[in-house]
C-alpha cells in the first residue's frame, strides 16, 4: 500500500521561512519523482516542484523560483521542500505528489493521472 505523509506546514510571518517534510512508502521511487503541488482555498491545483529521480533534475514553477528549494535525504527516505521569502500568495495546502513525470509542473491547471500518489496535504499560512 502506497502511503505518502506531508509534515512541516504551519503559521509564519512574510519574509519567513518553512520546511516541508515528504515520506513515501510502498512504492518504488526508482520509478517516480517525487515533488510537490499546493492549492489555496478556491484556486486550482498548482504544481510547484520535482525532482526526478532518474536524473536528479529538479524543476520549478515560475513563482518559487530562487525561494523554494527541493531535496531528498536518501539514508531518511525523505524529500524536503525548503521554502524561503515567503509570501501571502503562498499559504495553501501543500501536497506530496509521487508522480512518473514532472509534467505536472507546466500544467495550468495541474492535470489528475491514475498513476500519481499524494498525501493528506500540509497547510502553510503566510500572514502577519
Known amino acids: 500500500q502506497v502511503q505518502v505523509v506531508e509534515s512541516g506546514g504551519g503559521l509564519v510571518q512574510p519574509g519567513g521561512s518553512l520546511r516541508l517534510s515528504c515520506v513515501v512508502t510502498?512504492?518504488?521511487?526508482?520509478?517516480?519523482?517525487i515533488g510537490w503541488f499546493r492549492q489555496a482555498p478556491g484556486n486550482e491545483r498548482e504544481g510547484i516542484s520535482c525532482l526526478s529521480t532518474s536524473d536528479s533534475n529538479t524543476v520549478y514553477t515560475d513563482s518559487v523560483k530562487g525561494r523554494f528549494t527541493i531535496s531528498r535525504d536518501n539514508a531518511k527516505n525523505t524529500h524536503y521542500l525548503q521554502m524561503d521569502s515567503l509570501k501571502s500568495e503562498d499559504t495553501a495546502v501543500y501536497y506530496c505528489?509521487?508522480?512518473?513525470?514532472?509534467?505536472?509542473?507546466?500544467?495550468?491547471?495541474?492535470?489528475?493521472?491514475?498513476?500519481?500518489?499524494w498525501g493528506k496535504g500540509t497547510l502553510v499560512t503566510v500572514s502577519s
Open positions: 510502498g512504492l518504488s521511487l526508482d520509478m517516480y519523482g
Open positions: 505528489i509521487a508522480s512518473d513525470s514532472c509534467l505536472y509542473v507546466a500544467e495550468k491547471p495541474m492535470k489528475y493521472r491514475a498513476r500519481d500518489y
